[in-house]
T-cell receptor
């Protein structure tokens, strides 16, 4: 069955370190998204991509970057982790002609000490 | 003003109750309106979507859209323990693949 996976599921890191969160989908979807979810803020869009080599900033993109070298993967990099980036991160994907349906991964819990 | 506002809850209801979850939105250009359900420590999953004013039913769930008043609601009938989750409303603009989410309402259905 097609799916979307994230790794690692849990990560503890120190401030100032570079961290990369992986997202892999097997649906061959063009659209991929990264969100963070925090109490009191809900899901907020970090970055998104509509295809290979396409990346765009979302609502809370400062301190994050993404690159899209193939259809299946959209890794999220925290250039220099900060305590404010402690959160749960979700990756999602959608088809271009069914964009109202986003499929979410299981999430990565990141703690920055 | 946020583009989408959602009643924060939390809500606690007995089994069998009828529950109404509500969101309002500020931009009349939004095209699609979704309800996602998120169980604890899981990713959100699409429950229902609608794009026309009126009601859309799926089993015990009814999504209501009122474009004139710019609000959406999710009605859950005959609540079950398995309905305990956080419900997120989401909206999509015309020509955009992005979704804007409400903050979510945590629902607990108690025996």
């Amino acid at each position: 069955d097609a799916e979307i996976t994230q790794s690692p599921r849990h990560k503890i890191t120190e401030t100032g370190r570079q961290v990369t969160l992986a997202c892999h989908q097997t649906w061959n979807h063009n659209n991929m998204f990264w969100y963070r979810q925090d109490l009191g803020h809900g899901l907020r869009l970090i970055h998104y991509s509509y295809g290979v080599h396409d990346t765009n900033k979302g609502e809370v993109s400062d301190g994050y970057s993404v690159s899209r070298s193939n259809t299946e993967d959209l890794p999220l990099t925290l250039e220099s982790a900060a305590s404010s980036q402690t959160s749960v991160y979700f990756c999602a994907s959608s088809e271009s002609d069914r964009a109202e349906t986003q499929y979410f991964g299981p999430g990565t819990r990141l703690l920055v000490l | 003003q946020k583009e989408v506002e959602q009643d924060p809850g939390p809500l606690s209801v007995p089994e069998g109750a009828i529950v109404s979850l509500n969101c309002t939105y500020s931009n009349s250009a939004f095209q699609y309106f979704m309800w996602y359900r998120q169980y604890s420590r899981k990713g959100p999953e699409l429950l229902m979507y609608t794009y026309s004013s009126g009601n859309k039913e799926d089993g015990r769930f009814t999504a209501q859209l009122n474009r004139a008043s710019q609000y959406i609601s999710l009605l859950i009938r005959d609540s079950k323990l398995s309905d305990s989750a956080t419900y997120l409303c989401a909206i999509q603009g015309a020509g955009s693949y992005q979704l804007t989410f409400g903050k979510g309402t945590k629902l607990s259905v108690i025996p």
